[in-house]
């Protein structure tokens, strides 16, 4: 009879991980290939001269540079607008959409699928179309006598607009599954202890989905710093009034080599803002999983 085959406890614990990691393995190596090199290239590339030697002039250029700093700025308070609109009009909107039946529920789930796919060129045809100089909506409110004037499209508040044709849709889809967590019977029991629906609210509600709606917005903050196709499809890189992170990023890569050196910069403010409001969506999600 054959003796079996003796393993070490390492070995043993070195072909139970790669029996986990195996079938990953592809996926990890794009993954390296795509995100880790891209961002090594990036901080050599801020750090060197044409020379390859260290150097900090693209840092200090870069954050020197006014319009550079206003497009942080205006970037952080457009992102910030847009999410607080999403949350605004979407926290109610996936509340009621929570509490349909399944048909009415799955069509509306559908539609707002449907439009988070939707940006760039399309998505910014469709303001001008609606909300333009002689879009459908300004002329029929000037049709009706009501003197309309239409924001711009690549202003702070075209943006904002445009912007929440994309968070609001998606806010909702990220905020439907936690608000599930508020059982219909803890209303009732509320009603039975005679708490007014202001005070159920109060008490119950908004400290429960509170969480929820906070990491909803956090993402959809996250989401409106990276975007760049609507935005200069409206007219933004265009126009020196108003910048934006993302676009001034894309300006630099259309530079010479100087430019790419503070596209670079700009691409790692990117996302040291981008990852700082991640890490905190992660911070939200776990208060989030101790209420499932």
Wanted: glycine content about 8%; overall charge positive.
């Amino acid at each position: 009879m054959s003796q079996p085959v003796l393993r070490s406890p390492r070995l043993q614990s070195l072909l139970q991980w790669l029996k986990c990691w195996l079938p990953a393995l592809p996926l990890l190596i794009l993954a390296y290939g795509l995100l880790v090199v891209p961002l090594i290239a990036l901080m050599m590339q801020s750090f060197l001269d044409s020379d390859g030697s260290f150097t900090l002039d693209h840092w200090r250029v870069t954050f020197a540079s006014r319009m550079n700093r206003q497009a942080i700025v205006t970037s952080l308070t457009l992102s910030f607008t847009s999410a607080t609109i999403a949350l605004i009009v979407g926290g109610p909107v996936a509340w009621l959409i929570s509490q349909m039946a399944i048909a009415p529920r799955s069509i509306w789930l559908s539609g707002f699928n449907m439009a988070t796919n939707f940006s760039g060129i399309g998505l910014a045809f469709g303001f001008v179309a609606i909300l333009g100089t002689y879009g459908m909506l300004t002329l029929a409110l000037r049709q009706m006598g009501i003197a309309f004037t239409p924001p711009t499209p690549g202003s702070f508040w075209g943006l904002a607009i445009a912007y929440s044709y994309l968070n609001i849709p998606l806010f909702v889809l990220l905020t439907i599954p936690g608000m599930s967590s508020l059982r219909h019977e803890w209303w009732e029991a509320a009603q039975v202890s005679g708490a007014t629906r202001w005070q159920f609210w109060q008490q119950i509600g908004v400290p429960l989905l509170a969480p929820f709606l906070a990491a909803g917005w956090m993402l959809t903050f996250t989401w409106s710093l990276g975007l760049y196709g609507l935005p200069f499809a409206l007219g933004v890189g265009t126009t020196p009034s108003l910048s934006l992170l993302s676009v001034q990023l894309g300006r630099g890569l259309e530079a010479s080599m100087t430019g790419r050196g503070e596209a670079a910069v700009l691409a790692i403010a990117l996302l040291l803002l981008t990852g700082s409001s991640l890490l905190a969506y992660q911070f939200l999600l776990r208060r989030v999983r101790r209420w499932l």
